[in-house]
């Protein structure tokens, strides 16, 4: 079965500095991973996905994240926080070889951006 | 990316009743999926909305509780039934375009049961 652990369910930042949420899943078969991003009182939205290309993805609003299987990671980095930020994250898999595409969900983590 | 329409978006509801919510989306999808939100939680998948056929349940939510419509492929519903104060939690409906491989999420109906 597949799951996802998302590290620290607060993350506090200043504005300006760097972004960093951890992501890291299990998976029995190469998985496909997201980022969603959730506002107050409204739905998700994907932020970026891996589907087994680049390494590297990069998403919307300056978001990116890099799949390491070595280390069954795949961290949301930002390098400048903005105020805008400040919302749920959810890391998020989805085991496509078992035909299976439902997805499950970290337990989130809430940014906080500091002014 | 696929447009979906969840209603209604909020609704107090008194115990014992039930909600049907309804998911419309402005393009044929293959899959159609309702997940839960607990106040705080994460989202947990409810079942899978299959088209023309009984949903598949997620172990813990059962038909009689959840039952689940898909007449066609843009259109779901999810009923909640006998409501009691746990079941207030936001429902989602989330659907997807194979081969596309990304999840659209419905704006969620925020559910309180008194």
């Known amino acids: 079965a597949q799951s996802v652990t998302q590290l620290g369910s607060h993350v506090s930042v200043s504005e300006g500095a760097l972004v960093l949420l951890r992501c890291n899943y299990s998976s029995s078969v190469p998985p496909y991973l997201f980022w969603y991003v959730q506002y107050p009182n409204q739905g998700l939205q994907l932020l970026l996905k891996y589907t087994s290309a680049a390494t590297l993805v990069k998403g919307i609003n300056g978001f990116e994240a890099e799949f390491k299987k070595s280390e069954t990671s795949f961290h949301l980095t930002k390098p400048s926080a903005h105020m805008s930020d400040a919302a749920e994250y959810f890391c998020?898999?989805?085991?496509?070889?078992?035909?299976?595409?439902?997805?499950?969900f970290g337990s989130g983590t809430r940014l906080q951006v500091q002014p | 990316s696929a447009v979906i329409s969840q209603k209604p978006s909020r609704d107090i509801c008194q115990r014992g009743t039930s909600l049907t919510i309804q998911c419309q989306v402005d393009s044929q999808v293959t899959m159609m999926f309702w997940y839960r939100q607990q106040p705080g939680q994460s989202l947990t998948l409810i079942a899978t909305?299959?088209?023309?056929?009984?949903?598949?349940?997620e172990s813990g939510f059962v038909i009689d509780k959840f039952p689940i419509s898909r007449p066609n492929l843009t259109f779901s519903t999810l009923t909640v039934s006998n409501m009691s104060p746990e079941d207030s939690s936001i429902y989602l409906c989330s659907v997807e375009e194979v081969p596309r491989t990304e999840a659209f999420f419905g704006q969620g109906t925020r559910l309180t049961v008194v």
């Open positions: 998020a898999v989805s085991d496509q070889g078992t035909g299976r595409r439902a997805l499950t």
């Open positions: 909305a299959n088209q023309g056929s009984e949903a598949t349940y």
